[in-house]
């Protein structure tokens, strides 16, 4: 984004072009040699990102100091623009070749070196990848999902989904209570936003239990978790997920929620 906002700035009032490439290419010992690296350099194949600007160029004397911290050719800023990317490139081994004339635009190439995977180590990732997938808990039951960011909705349901579980949603406290209510039997659990419009968190969660005393709530929040418990110290929260949600946090909260409340139901029995 550094780099494409110094293109946008430098074809000033009168507009221009930004084109953004990415590739593959072979760099060989003479093209290292003349990279703006602190690091030795392997020979060999590197992916790069090209963003070339038609804009006002910069001269010899220019383009020696872009790179040095606290160097800017603007009036306002901290000129750290281009030392972060040149940071940022070099921490990852990878390297940046600059072009310019005046009057005649801008290229800055970045540059890291390729990773390569035989077959073998793909399959084996592969493998891996499905056994975790495998070992994931699986449920059956209905939970209401309750959060008033829609992406945080979408993305929910489809982990909620692929683990097995029917789900309701609802976009705020008024809409889950509403939906609790005409479904509470049905509903083995329910993950419950924090802080949200007409209703937050804690007012949901009274009328719910109101509601139905027994049921588990998991309680969801972008908040650390130790402020969260702090905050429902009493109140029978069943557990706790940080925001954003992960397929793994997400499945292990709930198999410790359903299963436990499955296990009282037997001991009741």
Do not use: W
């Not at 430098?10 to 690296?37: F, H, P, V, W």
């Not at 929040?221 to 397929?247: A, C, T, W």
């Amino acid at each position: 984004m550094n780099l494409i906002i110094n293109a946008s700035e430098s074809t000033g009032e009168k507009g221009g072009t930004i084109n953004i490439t990415t590739g593959l290419m072979e760099c060989g010992r003479e093209y290292l040699n003349d990279a703006q690296a602190e690091t030795d350099l392997k020979e060999g194949d590197y992916v790069f990102l090209e963003i070339t600007d038609t804009g006002c160029g910069m001269d010899k004397a220019t383009l020696s100091k872009i790179f040095d911290p606290f160097f800017s050719t603007k009036f306002t800023g901290r000129g750290l623009g281009l030392a972060a990317v040149h940071g940022i490139v070099r921490g990852h081994k990878g390297f940046m070749k600059v072009y310019s004339e005046p009057g005649h635009g801008t290229t800055f190439k970045v540059l890291f070196p390729a990773a390569r995977y035989s077959v073998v180590e793909d399959s084996s990732l592969r493998a891996a990848a499905q056994k975790k997938e495998e070992e994931i808990f699986k449920g059956s039951d209905t939970i209401l999902l309750v959060d008033d960011e829609e992406p945080i909705r979408t993305l929910g349901r489809t982990m909620l989904e692929r683990m097995g579980f029917s789900v309701f949603s609802a976009a705020n406290g008024i809409e889950a209570v509403e939906i609790f209510r005409k479904y509470k039997n049905q509903i083995a659990c329910i993950i419950l936003d924090l802080t949200m419009p007409h209703m937050d968190g804690d007012e949901t969660f009274r009328k719910m239990r109101f509601i139905r005393p027994d049921i588990p709530i998991i309680m969801s929040s972008g908040y650390n978790e130790q402020d969260v418990v702090n905050r429902f110290l009493g109140k029978g929260m069943s557990g706790f997920i940080q925001k954003p949600y992960h397929l793994s946090t997400l499945a292990e909260a709930l198999k410790k929620v359903i299963t436990g409340s499955k296990s009282g139901d037997e001991e009741k029995r």
